[in-house]
């Protein structure tokens, strides 16, 4: 199990020797009429190291290490038992896409999609500043599109909420930062096929 992070200084790859992960998903697609058709899905995972010896040291709130086997001057212990990072325990998507018929030539496309993530961190060191807390996304789309397929025209909004969602996060000499994601977004696009 490969891992990757950032320790001030340089990025520092290493294999964690064994992980074990358990979890469940399910989904449920439904062409509730003729124009609707509506997707579900939601997973649940529950991933923890077996072994990660010489891993960063798990930190509590105050920065300071939370395990008792952390060794001070190497910074490192083994986090068996600790939750893998990018890991939610609870994650849940539902979309719904409307298709009509506007005239002889087009029709009307609309859809909308709902995102929730449960929290996790993105840093074996479960460091503060590197949590994500839990966090809903919206989408919606609307287009006019020929029925011969030939061209489109749609609007785009992603992340209607504006959800500022941690996609990395470093502690570089006592500075921490975070990379975030792209914020609220629209798109005006249009197809041509030829």
């Given at each position: 199990?490969?891992?990757?992070?950032?320790?001030?200084?340089?990025?520092i790859?290493?294999?964690?020797g064994?992980?074990?992960?358990?979890?469940?998903?399910?989904?449920?697609?439904?062409?509730?009429?003729?124009?609707?058709?509506?997707?579900?899905?939601?997973?649940?995972?529950?991933?923890?190291?077996?072994?990660?010896?010489?891993?960063?040291?798990?930190?509590?709130?105050?920065?300071?290490?939370?395990?008792?086997?952390?060794?001070?001057?190497?910074?490192?212990?083994?986090?068996?038992?600790?939750?893998?990072?990018?890991?939610?325990?609870?994650?849940?998507?539902?979309?719904?896409?409307?298709?009509?018929?506007?005239?002889?030539?087009?029709?009307?496309?609309?859809?909308?999609s709902?995102?929730?993530?449960?929290?996790?961190?993105?840093?074996?060191?479960?460091?503060?500043?590197?949590?994500?807390?839990?966090?809903?996304?919206?989408?919606?789309?609307?287009?006019?599109?020929?029925?011969?397929?030939?061209?489109?025209?749609?609007?785009?909004?992603?992340?209607?909420?504006?959800e500022?969602?941690?996609?990395?996060?470093?502690?570089?000499?006592?500075?921490?930062?975070?990379?975030?994601?792209?914020?609220?977004?629209?798109?005006?696009?249009?197809?041509?096929?030829?």
């Open positions: 199990l490969q891992t990757s992070n950032y320790d001030g200084t340089q990025f790859i290493g294999n964690a064994s992980a074990s992960v358990d979890g469940a998903e399910v989904e449920v697609s439904w062409q509730a009429s003729a124009n609707l058709r509506v997707h579900s899905s939601v997973a649940w995972i529950d991933a923890a190291y077996d072994d990660f010896a010489g891993a960063q040291c798990v930190e509590d709130s105050s920065g300071a290490p939370a395990n008792a086997d952390c060794d001070p001057v190497t910074n490192t212990e083994n986090q068996k038992g600790e939750k893998l990072e990018r890991s939610p325990e609870l994650e849940f998507n539902l979309s719904a896409l409307w298709e009509s018929q506007l005239t002889d030539t087009m029709r009307l496309k609309a859809s909308a709902i995102y929730y993530s449960d929290e996790y961190f993105v840093q074996p060191t479960q460091a503060g500043y590197a949590t994500q807390d839990s966090f809903t996304k919206y989408d919606a789309r609307l287009a006019v599109v020929a029925n011969d397929g030939r061209w489109e025209v749609g609007l785009t909004g992603r992340n209607l909420g504006d500022m969602v941690i996609q990395h996060a470093y502690n570089i000499a006592g500075n921490q930062f975070q990379n975030l994601g792209m914020g609220r977004s629209y798109t005006l696009e249009g197809v041509l096929h030829f």
